[in-house]
């Protein structure tokens, strides 16, 4: 989520400009600080800190919070654990959110306190950041379940999401949390009943597959694009034939008044690893486009459709920038190698 950016002013600037008279000057100087932890470290956190701890209006408190967590300042924590009671609610969450990306055990307490926020925003980011900071993982798990009964469908559709991470960490789901996105398959929200077939089919559990057809047909309204998204993948690595001809108008055809569909590339990814020959035959082709652009999405493609026939061609691109992204080149050669060798 975060990251630094090009710097766009000096340091000396930067500093200078974080006592500017205008708000929006002093946010943009907070964030352009960043780049700068690098050779400036304690000079660039306290300058930040001091603005997440001072600064009048709510605008510049967040940007210092954010740019904290970019710059992992692990020494502002004391600064960020009181920002988690900040009276403005956005600066609140952008706290919240650094003390996750920050990662310290120290911040248990208060992001627990944060997980009954009467803000759903805040509850939001406080169920994301909490599994990451928290040293139990009962405690985590306990935490994320209770708040898949959240009143409100985005932090229960975010509980979802965390189960998921939970799941990847440590190479399956917690069993309490399978039976509860089994359960979530019926709520009232397609936001919550569309994450949860993907949890359960991530998982291997086949309970949701079929509303993984209906998010894929388009009869489920209301979802979240990555889900909509992985729905799909999941659909062409299950081999699921009762999405077949749905991936096929995603994937080649045109929807009506709304012209390409936007997740054409996963569909057709989806067809290809179904082993669909016209998807196959498109993303051989395009190996050989003369787009970088586009031979960069066909070697990613290539890779996640495990088109062993691909593996030649991008091999050929390998060491070439002028070719394709050398890292989409190597994820791709990495997972048609393991598959060989599986």
């Not at 004391?78 to 403005?88: G, M, Q, W, Y």
């Not at 139990?136 to 306990?142: F, H, K, L, N, T």
């Not at 991530?202 to 009869?219: M, Q, S």
């Amino acid at each position: 989520m975060f990251g630094p950016a090009p710097a766009k002013r000096t340091l000396e600037a930067a500093l200078r400009d974080v006592a500017s008279q205008k708000p929006a000057v002093r946010a943009e100087a907070v964030s352009d600080l960043v780049p700068y932890a690098a050779t400036a470290r304690e000079q660039v956190v306290r300058a930040i800190e001091g603005a997440l701890r001072v600064d009048e209006h709510a605008a510049v408190r967040a940007a210092a919070a954010i740019a904290l967590a970019d710059t992992k300042a692990v020494e502002a924590l004391p600064a960020l654990l009181l920002a988690v009671e900040d009276v403005d609610p956005y600066v609140r969450q952008m706290a919240i959110t650094a003390l996750g990306e920050i990662g310290d055990v120290r911040a248990t307490g208060r992001l627990r306190r944060a997980l009954a926020d009467e803000r759903p925003e805040v509850r939001f980011q406080a169920v994301i950041a909490f599994p990451r900071v928290c040293a139990q993982q009962a405690d985590a798990i306990e935490a994320v379940m209770q708040a898949t009964h959240d009143d409100d469908p985005l932090v229960c559709h975010i509980a979802l999401r965390m189960f998921e991470e939970l799941g990847e960490s440590s190479g399956e789901l917690p069993p309490l949390g399978m039976a509860r996105a089994r359960a979530l398959l019926d709520h009232a929200s397609p936001l919550v009943r569309a994450a949860a077939a993907v949890v359960t089919a991530r998982f291997g559990d086949p309970v949701g597959h079929p509303v993984l057809a209906e998010i894929v047909g388009g009869k489920l309204h209301e979802v979240d694009r990555e889900d909509e998204a992985a729905a799909i993948e999941l659909c062409g690595e299950l081999g699921l034939a009762a999405s077949r001809s749905a991936l096929e108008r995603r994937a080649f055809g045109l929807r009506l008044g709304f012209g390409r569909d936007p997740l054409r590339w996963h569909a057709r990814v989806a067809l290809a690893r179904m082993g669909h020959e016209r998807a196959i035959r498109d993303i051989l082709s395009e190996l050989g486009a003369w787009d970088r652009h586009k031979r960069t999405l066909a070697v990613a493609a290539a890779g996640r459709a495990r088109l062993s026939a691909a593996r030649g061609a991008i091999a050929a691109m390998r060491g070439d920038e002028r070719k394709a992204d050398q890292g989409a080149v190597e994820e791709a050669l990495a997972v048609l190698a393991a598959e060989v060798d599986a």
